[in-house]
Structures are given as C-alpha cells and as structure tokens.
C-alpha cells in the first residue's frame, strides 16, 4: 500500500496536468503525421490520445518544433512571485509656514516598488509572458481604495535570465497622512499588491495578491485610471467627502 502512494506520489511529481487539448495534427520530425489530442507531459515524453482512442507517448525531441511550441503553451510554468517594497520618511520641520506651533506635521513616506518572478518548474518555456502589478492604498478617514500604481510588462524566463526577473515599478511615491481640525487623522496608506501574469493566449498562469477580493473584481480594476479611487466592487468611485470638522 506505501509503496502504491509513493508512486502516485512521484507521478503526480513528473506530470503536468492540463485540460484536454484539441483534436489536431501532429508532426514528428520523422516526417510522420498524426491527428491525435495532447494528453499530458510526462517524464519528458509527450502523450497523445489518437482518434481510435490510442495513447501515443513520443519523446519531446521527437517532434517538430511548432509542435512542441504548442506544447509548451499548455503547459505553463510553475512560477514563484515576490513583491517587495522599499520605505524612507519625509521628515518636516517642527514649524514651517504651514503649521502652527500646537499642530502635528503630516507623516509622509516615499516608497519605491519592485516584481521578483522566477521559474521554479524545469522544463524551458519560450513563449513571452506578460505581469500586471497593482499597488494599492487606502484611504486613512475613508473607506475607499485607491491604484497609486500599475504596470504592464512583457517578459521571457529563459536560461540567460536565470528564469528570473525583476521588474521595477513606481520609484519614490510618497503617501501622507495628516490630523485634520477634527482630531481624526486623513490621507493614504500602502495596503499591498496584486501581481497576475498571462500567457499568449491569454490565459492567467499564475497570480499573487495581498486581497483575494482584488483577484476577483480584476476585469473592474484593469478599467481605473492610477491615481483613481475604487469601491468595493474594483469600479472608479469618487474619493470619500471629508466631514465638515475636517476643514
């Protein structure tokens, strides 16, 4: 029985699952031709299930290039994404022009932002790939979220980068909070990140995100300007009205 789990272990290790493919035609470098439906890739041979139903399993250097580009699109890499994000404070004067001797100056920090994405599965993969990073804040006396930053990058993993790379985002944006008249503190705060990557097709491979509910409103959050405001369903949305106190 052990010896039964580790082996459902190591193959599940070994092969890449992916939904069924089209029923379409295959080349070997042979100069064979087969229509057949890609199954799966498995310890480094690729299965093809034939229209009579039978399981073909043919090395990958079997078949022709456009072939084996076809299938290294259905079967994606498996990627580790790190966000990561730099901070230095504004320190104001104790009194300047804008503030009397009895009042809090404001508390600014600059903050500079940065993707790291790397290739943890290894088989190549040459297909260009695509990042989208939000970084977002909040509003402190508020309940609205804001895009202070968005990037679309394109980018290849391949042996030259190490299958890693690091994208750079805003540099230097700087996020305030002040205490207004009321007493109550206003202004923004870095709330965290959301990085999805999509292939050709596509299709999103792989996502990290500090709030699942971002993942889940991005088709709204693609259409908000940076800079912009957002409600709770990822649409624009004017900022929240400052109380009267607060003037």
Not at 12 to 40: C, D, K, P, Y
Not at 159 to 179: F, K, P, W
Request: charged share 25%; aromatic share 10%; net charge neutral.
């Amino acid at each position: 029985m052990m010896k039964h789990v580790f082996m459902m272990l190591a193959l599940a290790f070994f092969m890449v699952t992916v939904s069924a493919g089209e029923i379409r035609q295959w080349t070997l470098n042979n100069g064979q031709t087969i229509e057949a439906e890609f199954v799966s890739l498995i310890g480094g041979k690729v299965a093809l299930k034939t229209l009579r139903g039978k399981l073909l399993k043919i090395p990958q250097n079997g078949i022709a290039p456009e072939d084996l580009s076809y299938v290294e699109l259905l079967n994606p890499p498996r990627l580790d994404i790190s966000f990561s994000k730099m901070t230095r404070q504004h320190v104001y004067p104790p009194l300047t022009q804008w503030f009397e001797a009895n009042n809090v100056p404001p508390r600014s920090l600059y903050f500079n932002f940065s993707t790291q994405i790397k290739q943890l599965s290894p088989n190549p993969y040459h297909h260009e790939l695509i990042a989208e990073i939000f970084v977002i804040a909040v509003e402190v006396g508020g309940d609205k979220n804001i895009l202070i930053d968005y990037r679309k990058e394109p980018f290849h993993l391949s042996g030259e980068n190490g299958r890693a790379v690091s994208i750079a985002g805003a540099q230097d944006r700087m996020m305030t909070t002040y205490l207004a008249p009321s007493g109550r503190w206003r202004g923004e705060k870095y709330e965290g990140y959301m990085v999805v990557i999509t292939d050709p097709r596509g299709e999103i491979i792989a996502h990290a995100t500090t709030r699942d509910w971002w993942f889940e409103k991005l088709e709204n959050l693609r259409r908000v300007p940076v800079g912009k405001t957002f409600d709770e369903e990822g649409k624009r949305c004017w900022p929240s009205r400052p109380k009267e106190s607060d003037y």
